[in-house]
């Protein structure tokens, strides 16, 4: 089976498929209708029924059930767009069988190594097949991983129809690393009732907690005069924008909170005396204390005002997603057979919440409670992501494990 899982990565890891934010299409790029195209392709050649693509380049396709028995309909999501933060073009992999736990040169002139030094969790990998890049691209396991284990584990229960399973519904859809995947998916059309997007890291990992997360833009006014003869007249936006900053916890940023805490990231600082903006992202797992974070982004920017001007501020704070534990509680069984899935297979499980959203957030609120899986890959999203194909295969099973652990648990 490896084999067949490396040669699937590769062939989707060479179609650049970056999703672009500045897009107003969707696909927001090109290159993601030519893999979801294959895909479609792919999916008919390995017997799966209805395989199709919308006109948004959603890709959707069924396993007809192979049971007398009434199981929930299962879907498995996978994205086919790769991040915005490193190029994804030209990208070149690198097959390493019987990884031996020594630093891995990616590239001599830029000087890029994989080694344990900044990676310690390469030793967790050592005698296994990984994939890693040249180092310089990304790799694309994000979530390259994701759709080629779907398609494997499809193919895998389509050749051994003695393990009995309900109707499976896969979709592979664009845009996610821009927040917009689950923005034209067809829940009624998907019609399932629970789902798993196979976009997690390394092995174990499975999880149904997000943040709650909203975007906030703000514009601050100045007024610009000569500094010669300033005084009384000039307003400088750009001290209103760090008295603004100044009034935030200082300690409630990225790099200074873990597990479940939460924060203020301010992602870009631009201005100068006339105008000045800023724009953060506001994260936090509890309902309350989100809320409780907006309304104190709101009291700054109204003492401000009452300050500065009312004009002198203008301000865009909006929901992204929230988290999908509310949703998934209380459908905790597919959380268990997700976990009780790995245990036969001797993968424990990790429960851990994400640090950010996945489709699934989204998804769950759409009406489609949908937890996340591993695919086995790490340090997504740069030229150090690499995936262990030996995981990737336990993704498969785990896949196939959880139609059959639904199925036997039918009545
Ligand atoms: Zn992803």
């Known amino acids: 089976m490896k084999n067949e899982i490396i040669q699937r990565f590769v062939s989707y890891v060479k179609i650049n498929t970056q999703s672009d934010e500045n897009s107003t299409t969707c696909p927001s790029t090109e290159g993601q209708l030519t893999l979801a195209n294959q895909l479609v392709e792919e999916l008919k050649a390995i017997g799966m029924t209805d395989a199709s693509i919308d006109e948004n380049g959603y890709v ?208 870009s600082f631009q201005g100068d005396v006339e105008e000045t903006k800023l724009a953060y992202i506001i994260r936090d797992f509890e309902r309350e204390n989100f809320e409780a974070r907006k309304a104190l982004v709101e009291k700054i920017v109204a003492d401000l005002r009452e300050k500065y001007g009312q004009d002198r501020i203008a301000i865009d704070m909006n929901d992204q997603y929230y988290n999908m534990r509310e949703k998934i509680e209380p459908v905790k069984e597919i959380v268990d057979i997700a976990s009780d899935a790995m245990k036969n297979l001797d993968i424990e499980p990790i429960v851990s919440p994400i640090r950010g959203g996945t489709d699934g957030s989204q998804l769950s609120y759409m009406g489609l409670p949908t937890p996340n899986i591993f695919t086995g890959g790490e340090n997504f999203h740069g030229p150090y992501e690499f995936i262990s194909v030996d995981n990737m295969e336990k993704a498969v099973h785990v896949i196939a494990e959880i139609c059959k652990l639904f199925e036997e648990r039918a009545e």
Not at 74 to 87: E, P
Request: aromatic share 8%; no cysteine.
């Open 60 to 267: 959707m396709a069924t396993l007809p059930a192979n049971t007398e028995k009434k199981v929930p309909t299962i879907g498995f999501l996978a994205h086919v767009d790769t991040a915005t933060d490193f190029t994804g073009k030209g990208v070149n992999p690198q097959i390493i069988e019987q990884f031996d736990g020594s630093d891995l040169v990616l590239n001599g002139a830029a000087n890029v190594v994989l080694g344990k030094k900044d990676f310690p969790s390469l030793s967790n990998y050592i005698g296994h097949t990984i994939i890693t890049t040249d180092g310089t691209t990304l790799l694309g396991a994000d979530n390259k991983a994701g759709i080629a284990e779907i398609m494997t584990a499809m193919d895998y229960l389509i050749k051994h129809p003695e393990i009995k399973h309900g109707k499976i519904r896969v979709a592979f859809t664009p845009d996610e690393e821009i927040g917009r995947g689950p923005h034209k998916f067809d829940v009624e059309k998907f019609n399932a009732d629970y789902a798993y997007t196979m976009d997690g890291g390394p092995i174990g990992e499975l999880q149904y907690e997000s943040f709650n997360a909203a975007g906030l833009k703000l514009t601050f006014r100045g007024t610009n005069i000569h500094p010669g003869t300033a005084k009384g007249t000039m307003v400088n936006a750009a001290k209103i924008a760090m008295e603004f900053h100044s009034a935030l916890p200082a300690d409630e940023a990225p790099e200074l909170t873990e597990g479940y805490e939460g924060f203020y990231h301010l992602l």
